[in-house]
Nanobody, 126 residues
Framework: QVQLVESGGGSVQAGGSLRLSCAAS????????MAWFRQAPGKERDGVAI????????YYTESVKGRFTISQDNAKNMVYLQMNSLKPEDTAMYYC???????????????????WGQGTQVTVSS
C-alpha cells in the first residue's frame, strides 16, 4: 500500500507561481510512475505531468509544457509540481497518483494508477 498526501495548493493571481508537493508513504518502492492530474469544476479529471521514478524521465500535457515542471526527491519520497505563469484555466483540484506497474509507461489512463491522494485546490484569478 502507498499513501499519498498533497499540499501546496492555494489562491494566486494569473502569472503567479505555486509548488505542489506529494508526500508518499508506505511501500513506496512499488511505485513505478508518479503523476499529477487535475479536475476543474464540471469537467473530467485530466493528466498534467508524469515522472518515471526510476529513470527520472518526464511527460507533460501540451497545455502546461514550458510552464510546469514535475520533479522528485526519492530519498524523501516526495514528488513536486512547480507551476509557473499560472492561468485562470489552471484552476482545479490537483491530485497526485502512483502507478505500481511499468507496463503502461507514460500514460494518462487513470486505471493504470493504483494510488491517489485526496487532492489540493489551486485557484488562479485573472
Amino acid at each position: 500500500q502507498v499513501q499519498l498526501v498533497e499540499s501546496g495548493g492555494g489562491s494566486v493571481q494569473a502569472g503567479g507561481s505555486l509548488r505542489l508537493s506529494c508526500a508518499a508513504s508506505g511501500y513506496t518502492a512499488s511505485s513505478a510512475y508518479m503523476a499529477w492530474f487535475r479536475q476543474a469544476p464540471g469537467k473530467e479529471r485530466d493528466g498534467v505531468a508524469i515522472i518515471d521514478r526510476l529513470g527520472g524521465g518526464t511527460y507533460y500535457t501540451e497545455s502546461v509544457k514550458g510552464r510546469f515542471t514535475i520533479s522528485q526527491d526519492n530519498a524523501k519520497n516526495m514528488v513536486y509540481l512547480q507551476m509557473n505563469s499560472l492561468k485562470p484555466e489552471d484552476t482545479a483540484m490537483y491530485y497526485c497518483a502512483a502507478a505500481a506497474s511499468r507496463r503502461y509507461g507514460f500514460t494518462w489512463w487513470q486505471a493504470a494508477y493504483n494510488y491517489w491522494g485526496q487532492g489540493t485546490q489551486v485557484t488562479v484569478s485573472s
